[in-house]
C-alpha cells in the first residue's frame, strides 16, 4: 500500500511565517519526502530562497536554541526527533511586530522563516532531535540581527519540558542572556 500526502502550506500569525507539510509517500519500506521543490513554493505564493549554506544541528532531549532572528530568510525541518518551535517577530514596520507562533514540530514539516523573525526551538524526544536549517546567507559572527531569550515569560512560550535555566546542556549563557521581546521593541 502507497500513501501518499501532499504539499501543503498555512498561514500563521506572523506574515510570511509558512507552516509547510512536505509533499511524503510512504510504502513498505519507508517514506520520501520532498525537502525542496522549487515549483511547489512558487506555486504557493512564495519567492525562491537561493540558499547559501545548509546547517543539521543535533540537540539533546529537552534542549534548547534560539530566539535567533538573523538577516537571513530561513527553510527549517526536523529530519529525526521531534520539537517544539516557536518564532516571534521582531522585523521594524511589520503589521505583526510582536506576533508569537508556536507549534510541534515532526518530520515532514517545515516552516519558512522571513528575515528578521526570530527562531527557536526545543527538541521534546526521547532521542536527539535533528534539526535542518537552510540559510539564504552565509552565517557569520557578528552578522547583522536580534536575538530574544527564549525564557522571557511575555512571548507565552509553552515549552513542553521546563528547562533548567543553570544546566548550560539545555540552554545556552548567550540565549539566557539574551534581551526580553519589550527590550527589543523599545531599542
Not at 140 to 149: F, H, K, L, R, S
Request: charged share 20%; hydrophobic share 40%.
Amino acid at each position: 500500500m502507497v500513501d501518499i500526502i501532499d504539499f501543503d502550506v498555512q498561514t500563521t500569525p506572523i506574515e510570511g511565517l509558512a507552516l509547510i507539510r512536505m509533499k511524503q509517500i510512504t510504502d513498505d519500506r519507508g517514506t520520501v519526502r520532498e525537502f525542496f521543490r522549487a515549483s511547489a513554493l512558487a506555486e504557493a505564493g512564495f519567492p525562491l530562497p537561493a540558499f547559501q549554506q545548509v546547517n543539521v544541528t543535533e540537540t539533546k532531549p529537552g534542549g534548547m536554541r534560539g530566539m535567533h532572528g538573523e538577516s537571513m530568510v530561513k527553510l527549517i525541518a526536523i529530519a529525526h526527533g521531534t520539537a517544539y518551535g516557536a518564532w516571534v517577530d521582531t522585523r521594524p514596520g511589520s503589521p505583526t511586530r510582536g506576533a508569537v507562533f508556536q507549534t510541534d514540530l515532526q518530520p515532514g514539516t517545515q516552516i519558512l522563516v522571513p528575515e528578521g523573525v526570530c527562531n527557536g526551538f526545543q527538541s521534546t524526544g526521547d532521542t536527539p532531535t535533528q534539526y535542518v536549517y537552510c540559510f539564504t546567507s552565509e552565517w557569520v559572527p557578528g552578522m547583522a540581527g536580534v536575538a530574544i531569550t527564549p525564557l522571557d515569560p511575555e512571548l507565552g512560550i509553552l515549552w513542553p519540558i521546563e528547562p533548567d535555566r543553570d544546566d548550560r546542556s539545555i540552554i545556552s549563557q548567550k540565549d539566557l542572556d539574551a534581551p526580553t521581546l519589550a527590550e527589543v521593541l523599545a531599542g
